[in-house]
């Protein structure tokens, strides 16, 4: 079963805006991962956040966790065509493997 | 360092043929994975291996799929018989397990895309 899903599932915004998209999961968690998918491409390791954390910036990358809700969001600042692919929330429940949500398509347009 | 090889990076094969998809991980990385990933049903994580042993292969979907991991740095995903709803791309993905607190990160291959016709 999916323990991330991703809101929204399609999201189109004009470069130069803001792009956020949430995650939701069930279980508790090691850690929290966003990778980011280009059309015909494998996964890309964004970034991390532990549980113990409430938020990490990395770039343009700005990721919150809240454990009380199981939630955490993906700000992509000023965003580029070149950011245009999916996005996939990934929680570790320190088993070894990661669960992966069903993704956030996003579209940037010049 | 050249990532995680897959390779054939597209099949086409008829029903009921046997078909062997292979990778090799990154070096020094100890766990392997292999997701299929379709758009009705998203990535699925297949099969996890540690350490060349194979720790969760719950998301086999039936005795048609086996994988093998017989080294470090090695690892064949077959199907036999296929079948067209087997039709996916697959990808195969290597991370190195440390210690707590666990920071795995995986690093994903290109994908085979696979078609059974």
């Known amino acids: 079963s999916q323990q991330g899903e991703e809101d929204p599932q399609a999201l189109s915004i004009q470069e130069g805006e803001n792009a956020t998209m949430n995650c939701s999961y069930k279980?508790?968690?090691?850690?929290l991962q966003w990778y980011r998918q280009n059309s015909g491409r494998g996964l890309v390791h964004l970034i991390l956040i532990r549980s113990n954390e409430r938020e990490k910036h990395s770039g343009r990358l700005r990721v919150t966790l809240d454990t009380s809700k199981k939630s955490s969001s993906l700000l992509i600042t000023a965003s580029r065509a070149a950011d245009t692919a999916s996005y996939f929330c990934?929680?570790?429940?320190?088993?070894?493997?990661?669960?992966f949500g069903q993704g956030t398509t996003l579209q940037v347009k010049p | 360092d050249a990532g995680v090889i897959q390779s054939p990076r597209h099949e086409v094969t008829e029903m009921g043929q046997e078909v062997t998809l292979r990778c090799k991980p990154i070096s020094g990385h100890n766990s392997l994975f292999w997701y299929r990933q379709t758009m009705m049903r998203g990535l699925e994580l297949l099969i996890y291996f540690n350490n060349n042993v194979p720790i969760d292969d719950s998301g086999m979907p039936e005795d048609r799929f086996s994988a093998k991991m017989p080294n470090a740095s090695f690892s064949t995903l077959k199907i036999q018989p296929s079948e067209p709803r087997d039709s996916a791309v697959y990808f195969c993905a290597s991370s190195f397990r440390g210690y707590r607190p666990y920071t795995d990160t995986q690093y994903f291959g290109p994908g085979t895309r696979l078609t059974v016709l």
């Open positions: 990934a929680t570790d429940g320190g088993t070894g493997k990661l669960i």
């Open positions: 279980t508790s968690i090691n850690n």
